[in-house]
């Protein structure tokens, strides 16, 4: 999977991830496997990446949208710093 097509595909979907999963912090692109970057870089897989607040929030097994596939990642909650 491409880093384009896992973009795409989360821009396409995003709205729907998150109706679907009410726990979402934020989402992104990432590598989603453990095997080495080849020097071309041909061989890295892409999906998406969905930060959840806390683990009992987190689906049973890896999911997929349009064939990318969603890893989730307990990150906590998300909040912006203070203005300086």
Sequence with gaps: MTYRRAKETLH???AALWDRYP???GMGI???TGRPRSPSGTDEVYGI???LVDAGAVPA???EVDGV???FQVWG???A???E
């Design 61 to 63: 097994g890896h999911g």
């Design 81 to 83: 710093l203070p203005a």
């Design 23 to 25: 726990d979402v912090q």
């Design 69 to 71: 596939p969603l890893r």
């Design 12 to 14: 396409r979907n995003q």
């Design 30 to 32: 990432a590598a989603v």
């Design 49 to 51: 990446v969905v930060y």
């Design 77 to 79: 909650p998300v909040s």
